[in-house]
């Protein structure tokens, strides 16, 4: 009986997974991330290749084992080529099926084949899913075009007031201290502000886009006292909720899949979308999910002919988290 | 008597200025533009080579005889090697004194040694000068950072305009059509949203950052009748005024010179900016310079040892304008 090799590609990292068809996980590892349309198909397919490789290994299979290989990335189909080429260079020989990354967030979080997803990590991106397939989509067009409400999004707003605080041109803000500090800037405040200023302006800059949406997470830490900062939180949550709304022709009663590593993770700006959206009638189960692994993995049983039942999801899932508290 | 090259290097363009003493110019050109931080020093070296190799052949004058090489540019301290370098491979022997771009704007519209400049083209700052010096500056962060109400600031906010608007996550604008049609995206309405969506997002993320900045004269196309582009626009006034009001120390009863590519076409943006300085107490002469060249002059000149009085000044802007004018 073949193996199954799967991949989540995310633009914070890249989780690969080797299961059978019962959903039995037995090798699972990680690798740095990547976005074929901001850092280019090739550092895509590294981190694919790299995390395969690894998940191989530990699950004791050789590479011909595997009979199907399926990796949800964004903007699959540029990307299919490299990442097929990187995987046949570790000795695969299965064909290489491409997914969404935002289909495989759906998926991770119900073995239904209707609803909507709505993500938020390093960009941001909402779903309709009708009969397994995507049917309309929203946003997820990068950091320069959209991604509203996104790590980006937000990283970048946090590191704009600041700039503007230590310049005299917008109000003072506990973010200051927070991104002078998060970004290793230790100048000396008594040289006055263009000095600080341009340490800080350099090593922003230093940081290849959209990488600065790792300092996200400041903005969290401070809305609860910092004004400015709250006003970015809530400008991400409004966002996030007009970006469902104006999917077209969703089933509000159906699943909605909310995730990414800002939405997982940042519990107060998930609860707020919730809300805005329960406010604007979407009554179906919300459920929350750190990445999409899980439902890469359901694309991959699928695109077998394996049925992924209510079942057969669950039993997948307590298998990888199983594998992922190994250590 | 030795022969002065005076080079304004832009994030627009790059210009070329062979003249002597007495401000009689006798070569001019005009090259691409760059700056340092967003396309590295190299950029900015070759454009000057170019605009100085082309200068020097219009004035018919052999590289030799240059005696003072001054460069007025963005970030001036980090670019001397590269430019200088390509200076030398002309065979101009001179010295190259580098300077600001925001100082030569000033010195453009004005013989005095106080007073401040207000910039907006690709980037925009304002500073203070005093004594001939800048004692005092804002914003001038660069795309990621600030650039309130810079052509990149203004592009940016009409490029994610017009992507929500398709989207359906924003209200409708006028410019979307004018976006599309600026952009070359000429895509089967019909086909769906996303189809032309892809194709403007393609198209965009192609440009390397800040060039973006060539569609921000669409927002003032259309802020006379559309909402979305007249709230741009008005943000970038007001971004403007505050870039201005947050300087250090500036004498407000001394001259005000303001320009750049957007302040100095956008008449009625530059009176908007004007209007809300005049309510904030700036009280003195006020000047709109296209660029910087004529300051770069003065900076020169003043560097060999030559006093700039009213006089010179006014001969050089018009010596300056006359061989502008020839073709």
Chains 1, 2 share one sequence.
Not at 119 to 138: D, N, P
Not at 183 to 206: F, I
Not at 222 to 234: C, F, K, L, P, S
Request: glycine share 14%; proline share 3%.
């Amino acid at each position: 009986m073949s193996l199954f090799l799967t991949v989540d590609a995310g633009g914070t990292s890249t989780r690969a997974l080797v299961h059978d068809s019962d959903g039995t996980c037995s090798g699972y590892a990680v690798a740095g991330g990547g976005n074929p349309t901001a850092s280019g198909v090739e550092s895509v397919a590294k981190a694919i290749r790299s995390a395969a490789e690894s998940a191989l290994r530990q699950a004791a299979v050789e590479p011909a084992e595997v009979g199907h290989a399926l990796a949800a990335m964004a903007g699959s189909a540029t990307g299919l080529t490299g990442v097929e080429r990187g995987l046949q260079q570790l000795g695969i020989t299965a064909p290489l099926h491409l997914g969404s990354d935002l289909e495989a967030m759906f998926f991770s979080g119900t073995a239904e084949l209707n609803g909507a997803a709505l993500v938020s990590g390093t960009g941001a991106a909402a779903i309709v899913v009708r009969g397994g397939v995507t049917t309309a989509r929203s946003d997820g067009r990068g950091w320069l075009l959209g991604d509203v409400g996104s790590g980006y999004w937000i990283a970048r707003r946090v590191a704009r007031a600041v700039t503007a605080d230590l310049d005299g041109r917008g109000p003072r803000t506990a973010l200051t201290e927070a991104l002078l500090a998060a970004a290793d800037v230790v100048g000396d405040r008594s040289a006055g502000k263009d000095v600080l200023l341009d340490q800080l302006v350099t090593t922003l800059y230093a940081i290849p886009t959209p990488g600065i949406a790792r300092f996200a997470p400041l903005a969290f830490e401070q809305a609860g006292t910092d004004e400015v900062a709250r006003t970015i939180v809530e400008g991400a949550g409004e966002g996030l909720a007009d970006t469902v709304t104006a999917l077209a022709g969703p089933d509000r009663t159906a699943p909605l899949i909310i995730g990414g590593s800002v939405l997982f993770h940042q519990t107060a700006l998930r609860a707020r979308v919730t809300e805005l959206l329960r406010d604007r009638g979407w009554t179906g189960p919300v459920a929350a999910m750190a990445d999409g692994t899980l439902g890469a993995v359901s694309m991959n049983l699928r695109s077998a002919g394996v049925t992924v039942d209510t079942a057969l999801h669950e039993y997948a899932g307590k298998s990888l988290s199983a594998i992922r508290s190994r250590d």
